[in-house]
């Protein structure tokens, strides 16, 4: 493969707005005023009727940085996730709760994760006697937007944990691919174990004799009743999300390299030449799409999964590393090494 030309996209990635509405009423109750925060990203305290159901990276970040400035939190998703307990994500808390046990819960959590946000993929693994609930970035997300949700995601289960299975001392494992940071440490509860910073990427591990217990309030009727909101929701989401972002959100998903037009297309039951048309008329190309998707990859390969550069390119299909940094100059303005430099020197200064 050739470095090709590329284009400016669309990021895909929803995220529900009932998350940041429920962290705006928390500042409320601190004395904090919400209103412009949440004018910044598209919704309204007076009129919550007007609000969409999700708000776009853009609008979670304005609201982000409007919050913090205004509050003087810098942990947010700390203070989010210590108050969402299983009825604070809506269907999918339901789903979880009423479900068998945590094994059937997290499993369907991560299938149905979108509904959390389209920003993050969960991937679950078997090992060492834990599952591991891998958090995967699916677009590059600005700092603070990548921290707020990790920390809303860990802490949400550190409360929901205690509260499901407190008698069986339940001891988490969390690795975050995040500096050093004390407030995270301070804020998480006693069924976080063990609490490692700078891992090549964000995982909870649960102790599998916990994932057959039997869950207090599982109940079979309620948890289908709850999986079919899911599904209906999960269909409102595909519908406001543009065809450019759910072919993004699809490409994602690959390890390393990325899915064919003819194979995406035979996917979606249509051609090819319709695949082109609908991204044209949303202002973007195929070929774009793909290299935003690999350029993600290739900053998570790096960062994260801490490949070398020649490692990176052969593994994403770039004939040999030179055209692998001319295709990464392009779309970031930096060659990888640059790259990884800024990188480590943000991680050494905050």
Request: hydrophobic content about 40%; aromatic content about 6%; some cysteine.
């Amino acid at each position: 493969m050739t470095d090709t030309p590329t284009h400016s996209t669309p990021q895909g990635g929803l995220t529900a707005a009932r998350y940041l509405l429920l962290l705006a009423d928390l500042l409320a109750q601190r004395g904090v005023d919400t209103e412009a925060m949440l004018q910044q990203a598209g919704l309204s305290a007076q009129t919550p009727e007007k609000n969409s159901g999700w708000v776009t990276p853009a609008q979670l970040q304005a609201f982000l940085l409007a919050a913090t400035a205004q509050s003087g939190i810098t942990h947010l998703g700390m203070l989010l996730g210590r108050h969402l307990n299983f009825s604070g994500h809506g269907s999918i808390g339901y789903a979880g709760l009423t479900a068998q046990n945590a094994d059937a819960a997290i499993r369907y959590a991560t299938d149905v994760f979108p509904l959390v946000t389209s920003l993050m993929r969960l991937e679950l693994r078997q090992r060492d006697g834990l599952m591991s609930v891998e958090v995967h970035p699916q677009v590059t997300l600005a700092d603070e937007t990548e921290m707020f949700l990790v920390e809303t995601l860990i802490s949400s289960i550190d409360l929901m944990g205690t509260f499901m299975w407190a008698q069986y001392q339940p001891a988490f494992k969390v690795d975050l691919a995040f500096a050093e940071a004390d407030a995270i440490r301070e804020q998480l509860g006693p069924s976080i174990s063990r609490l490692r910073f700078e891992q090549p990427m964000h995982a909870i591990h649960v102790p599998i004799e916990l994932l057959s217990i039997p869950f207090p309030l599982a109940d079979s009727q309620a948890h289908l009743q709850a999986r079919e909101r899911c599904e209906r929701e999960l269909a409102l989401l595909q519908r406001q999300q543009s065809f450019a972002a759910r072919l993004l959100e699809r490409m994602q998903h690959q390890e390393d390299s990325f899915p064919a037009i003819e194979t995406l297309a035979e996917e979606l039951h249509v051609t090819p030449r319709t695949i082109h048309r609908r991204l044209q008329a949303e202002g973007t190309g195929f070929r774009a799409l793909a290299n935003e998707a690999r350029m993600a990859r290739a900053k998570q390969m790096m960062l994260r999964e801490q490949c070398s550069i020649t490692e990176t390119a052969h593994r994403l299909g770039y004939q040999d590393s030179a055209n692998f940094t001319r295709a990464f100059r392009r779309h970031t303005g930096v060659s990888p090494r640059e790259f990884l430099k800024q990188a480590r020197e943000k991680n050494d200064g905050s």
